[in-house]
């Protein structure tokens, strides 16, 4: 598939002078034969949930007649990997990039050289920072503040009457990630809208890893214990898991002894609802593959997109996580 030239992009809907569907005639294709190339550059595997999303973009892609290849790249979480990825995406010309921002910030100088190369961006997942919001197309993925106030209003809830004042250790993703910002000022607008007495005791960066959820966990127990600690808000399900079990092997019971929000809702962390070590889930869904491939060929063929299609999301509570379990994808 060829691209014609990309002529400027601005905020708002999008209508892109892109593909010409089945014209092969032009040199510098991304690949030969019909349908489009389209270059990946994910985040990482560091969660299930991240692994879930690669394999449904993958899965999607190797299914659709409209993509010919999906070059796919995994940076490891490291910013600069995924520059360098978005680089050679460039280089090879390939039709679509999806890029799915490991942080908020530093993407302006990359993103300008795809605009000038004529490739248009698509965002998976994650966002990027607002002053570069006329550098991408479209973004598919959560509505992570959205996810935070979810959160929030279950805390404030169940704190309502904790006329001591809520105590509350939060976990937060990678500093810098569009969810660990958003989950925070969702979570926390909602305590101070619903005038929640609160008090964050330890706020500290699991980097959405089980084993530095754990760590930190390790180390706020050995330092402070546990005693008059309220809450868990972990803003994935490997932090919280990984945290549950640094309390356990301290001696407390997760899920009683502490409360626990996780955010994901992967099969582990479902199962932990069920055998009573959480109270919480905010479903964040990695399944959005067959999606991505309609917004990517939108996209190539001009038609105009939204800025921003969320991706469907629920809650659940202990009530609801035995039933659930068998439903999840992941
Ligand atoms: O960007 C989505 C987040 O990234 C998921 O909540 C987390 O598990 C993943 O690492």
């Known amino acids: ?26 040199s510098g294709d991304g690949g030969g034969g019909d349908g489009l190339v389209v270059g990946f550059a994910q985040v990482g595997a560091e969660s299930a949930w991240r692994t879930a999303n690669s394999t449904s973009v993958q899965d999607a892609a190797a299914a659709d007649d409209r993509i010919a290849e999906l070059k796919f790249v995994d940076a490891q979480q490291d910013q600069e990997k995924q520059i360098e990825a978005v680089r050679n995406f ?59 106030r979810s959160a929030g209003e279950w805390a404030a809830t169940t704190f309502a009457d904790d006329a001591d004042g809520t105590r509350i250790l939060e976990l937060q993703g990678t500093t810098g990630s569009a969810p660990a910002n958003d989950r925070k000022t969702g979570f926390f607008e909602v305590l101070d809208a619903e005038g929640l007495n609160y008090e964050i005791v330890d706020s ?9 959820g754990k760590s930190v966990m390790e180390t706020f127990i050995t330092t402070h214990g546990l005693d008059g600690i309220d809450l868990l808000y972990a803003h994935n399900d490997e932090m919280g898991l990984g945290a549950i079990q640094a309390i356990e092997e301290a001696g407390f019971a997760p899920g009683t002894d502490i409360q626990i929000i996780i955010v994901d809702g992967s099969k582990a962390g479902f199962q932990a609802g069920v ?39 629920g809650v659940f509570d202990a009530t609801q996580f035995e039933a659930e379990l068998p439903n999840r994808q992941f």
């Open 204 to 212: 500290q960066s699991g980097n959405f890893t089980a084993e530095e």
């Open 275 to 313: 055998d009573g070590k959480l109270n919480y889930i905010v479903e964040c869904n990695p399944v959005f593959g067959e999606q991505l491939m309609d917004v990517v060929v939108q996209v190539a063929d001009g038609e105009s997109v939204e800025k921003f299609t969320p991706v469907e999301e």
């Open 1 to 26: 598939m060829k691209r014609r030239t990309f002529a400027g992009i601005g905020a708002g809907v999008f209508l892109l002078p892109l593909a010409a569907c089945g014209d092969d005639s032009d």
């Open 90 to 148: 460039i280089t090879q010309q390939v039709d679509v990039i999806v890029l799915a921002p490991v942080v908020e910030t530093g993407w302006t100088d990359v993103l300008q050289e795809a605009a000038d190369a004529g490739i248009p961006v698509v965002l998976a997942d994650r966002g990027i920072e607002a002053a570069d919001e006329d550098l991408y197309v479209t973004r598919l993925g959560s509505d992570f503040v959205a996810e935070g």
